[in-house]
């Protein structure tokens, strides 16, 4: 069953001879590679069944059955909370257990597939959820779904899972080939039932349903054709329900079904109902004891490959890869162990007590003076002045200022800080009284702008005073003559 194959026009020249077992596809004078996409290849070939990724990475066939069986429970059980169709939920089973053909679940966690699963079976299924949703429902599953458990928290470990999944599904895409049509056996049971006439018989048809959604649980769906599960599923129930149907000659042999093939799907599907619960926790301990035997290895054997490289181990050979950029880069061991004794030495001389007092020789400082001014005029390479006051040349082994004041004894450090603290007190003092001899001579020129103006606004009120009174004095005589 051929989803679309490309075929030349009848206009077209008469395609080239293509290789044996891959027929090709005309445009123009070209031939090119044909693109088959049909159910028959999601079907896994014996050979990859009886080796898969798992068994190759040391994962033993019952450990990885068991995580087949739980990844498909959880996506069976989150289906349902997250009330997606049924095909939905089937899809995502089959999708699940066609990866893990192809991938070991020693390298892909399977929950994260789960979830991943889950989303991109409701997108083929037309029945979208947002990926917060299936993270939320995964959650609540993980926890017990009879609890109540505690709200998913949107931090960073959020964002991270979150992630995982859109990289998980976009995995899927890619080893299946983008090639996620399943057809699945639903609708063929009520086909079947309805050929043995048997389709009113309400509870053989849901017997037969539920033993179809019990079997995604095995991988049946990727051995077997869809027609042969439903017969499959249609004789387990009427087994069950000790219900008769043709035997002569068998009716699966009218849908193309053989003997053998159904025993095998009823065994599997019954082996579901007599094995016990596994523990998640102790599949989960062995998936990791796995995982870092691996891991173990490939470190293993890159220090096989490291020490077969003489370039990494020698640095004496005469391959200029195996040279140091710069002599810092690599010393040898004489010269590191001379800069360790010296490092050595440096720290027992700070924290000796009887670093105090110096020799006059090292030219530094002796009692928090400075004693190399007294140096011979003899002549010496040229010298730089420290913040201390000493005069050092570059290739003087002397130590640094910052040493001196570590290497100084307490009485010395005392003294100076209480120098230190007299000279700032000092200044703090001379400082204020200037400013306050600054403002006293401020009040001083405003006091005597001020007496000035009252001085002269004086002198203008006993002139007008005084004309005033000389007017008067013209008026009470002329009034009296």
């Known amino acids: 069953m051929s989803s679309g194959v490309l075929s030349p026009s009848v206009s077209a020249p008469a395609p080239a001879p293509a290789p044996a077992g891959n027929p090709g596809i005309v445009i123009g004078d070209a031939v090119y590679s ?18 898969t990724p798992s068994m190759r990475d040391g994962l033993e066939l019952h450990t990885e059955t068991e995580l087949r069986i739980l990844g498909c429970e959880l996506i069976q059980s989150a289906g349902i909370l997250l009330r997606l169709p049924q095909v ?25 597939m789960a979830m991943a699963c889950v989303n991109l079976a409701s997108k083929i299924e037309e029945s979208p959820r947002r990926v917060r949703d299936v993270m939320n429902v995964f959650h609540h599953l993980k926890q017990g ?49 309805q050929v043995l006439e048997c389709e009113k018989n309400k509870v053989l048809v849901q017997t037969a349903w539920n033993y179809m959604n019990d079997a995604l649980r095995t991988d049946v769906f990727v051995r077997f054709e869809p027609e042969t599960i439903a017969c499959a599923c249609i004789y387990l129930a009427a087994r069950a329900l000790q219900i008769p149907l043709p035997t002569k ?26 094995r016990s619960k596994p523990a998640i926790a102790q599949l989960e301990k062995e998936v990791e004891k796995k995982k870092m035997c691996l891991e173990e290895e490939k470190l293993k054997m890159k220090g096989v490959n490291y020490s077969v490289t003489p370039a990494l181990n020698h640095t004496s050979t005469f391959s200029p890869a195996s040279k140091p950029g710069s002599p810092r880069e690599v010393k040898t061991e004489e010269n590191g162990k001379q800069v360790r004794e010296e490092k050595e030495e440096r720290h027992l001389n700070s924290k000796s007590p009887i670093t105090s007092v110096k020799k006059e020789d090292s030219g530094v400082m002796q009692n928090g003076h400075s004693a190399s001014r007294g140096r011979s005029r003899s002549p010496s390479p040229p010298t730089r002045r420290s913040r201390s006051g000493t005069y050092s040349s570059p290739s003087s082994h002397s130590p640094s200022p910052r040493q001196h004041r570590s290497q100084r004894s307490p009485q010395v450090r005392n003294d100076q800080s209480r120098r230190g603290d007299r000279q700032r007190r000092s200044r703090s003092r001379s400082n204020s009284r200037g400013r306050h001899r600054d403002d006293g001579k401020r009040r001083h020129e405003r006091w005597e702008r001020r007496e000035r103006e009252r001085s002269h606004d004086g002198g203008r009120s006993r002139d ?17 003559r």
């Open 464 to 480: 007008y005073e005084r004309k005033n009174e000389r007017r008067t004095r013209s008026a009470h005589s002329r009034h009296r």
């Open 34 to 51: 044909g693109v088959l996409l049909a159910i028959d290849s999601s079907l896994v070939p014996e050979q990859r069944r009886s080796e």
């Open 145 to 193: 779904g009879g609890k109540r458990s505690a709200p998913l928290f949107l931090d960073q470990n959020y964002i991270n899972t979150k992630n995982q999944v859109i990289k998980a599904e976009r995995h899927v895409l890619k080893e299946l080939g983008f090639c996620v049509h399943v057809k699945h056996p639903h609708k063929m049971i009520v086909m079947y039932l």
């Open 88 to 112: 939905a939920m089937a899809t995502g089973q089959v999708l699940f257990q066609r990866f893990f053909y192809s991938k070991s679940f020693i390298k892909h966690n399977f929950e994260i």
């Open 249 to 274: 000659p068998h009716w699966f042999l009218l849908f193309g079904a053989s003997e053998s093939d159904i025993r095998e799907i009823c065994i599997s599907t019954l082996k579901l109902y007599s």
